[in-house]
């Protein structure tokens, strides 16, 4: 079977395991069923995710252009305490700004093989723990808006990563011990006091299962380095696939770029 079209992130749906779409041009197809399948990922071209045009990916699917001047790429994406929107101040696009950073967003820990504090708004809960690889998430704080939660993370990741280590976050079991509410008693003094009224106590830590298998090695792949990738796929986490020997592919850094997709 021949499949091409423009890579995008995959989409999940929680279950045990996650179940995994490829996300083809927005066509859907179930990778779990793959597993154990050979297959081999081409890389012919580009579409930028805003623009469309076959320019190089410059990051997180943006050509360069669009990645400078979209609203879906400014620094509050990347960073929440640059929010703005709040405040009636435009960025780039003030009414797609007031969209996504106008509502209910959720601070919490997730464990990626290190414990981590993060922000998401609230309707990604739990596909923003499911795209790092978090066999275990606990929401911590919940914001009206971006920005507020933006504060508290500042400030929490001085004693807490905010990053994800790919390595370890594909060396790490599903079934890993984590009490993320000891942690979360234990940062609780970090949060500034006009954010304490945000913070949750009664929130429950969930636990994510992967179709996945820690393998004995973990070389990362990129179709920049070579365009083409093939193999047996052996297991999916966070936006990464598995294949043998260890070669893994992250589908999410290649957002916009064309590929064809050959499966036996």
Known sequence: MILSGTLFKMTTVVGNPI???LNLSQDLVSINQLINKNISIKHIGYSCVICGKNEKIYRMGFCKKCFFESPYASESIIRPELSKAHLDEEERNLEIEKEIQLQPHIVYLAYT???????????QVPTRWIDQGATTAL??????????????????????ADKTNYKKMLNTSDKENIDLYKIREEVKKYF????????????EQ???????????????????????????????????????????????????????????
Request: hydrophobic content about 35%; proline content about 5%.
């Open 19 to 21: 179940q995994y779409y």
């Open 113 to 123: 093989g290190d414990v981590k504090v993060g922000v998401t708004r609230e309707s």
């Open 139 to 160: 929401p911590i704080a919940k914001t009206e808006n971006r920005y507020e939660a933006g504060v508290i993370e500042v400030v929490l990741k001085n004693h807490l």
């Open 192 to 203: 500034p006091e006009e954010s304490s009224k945000f913070y949750l106590d009664n929130a």
């Open 206 to 264: 969930i636990f994510l299962e992967y179709p996945y298998n820690i393998p004995e090695k973990t070389n990362a792949f990129t179709l920049d380095k070579n365009p083409e990738i093939s193999g047996t796929l052996k297991g999916i986490k966070g936006q990464y696939l598995c294949l043998d020997n260890g070669n893994f592919i992250n589908i999410r850094n290649h957002e916009g770029y064309v590929v064809e997709i050959a499966i036996d």
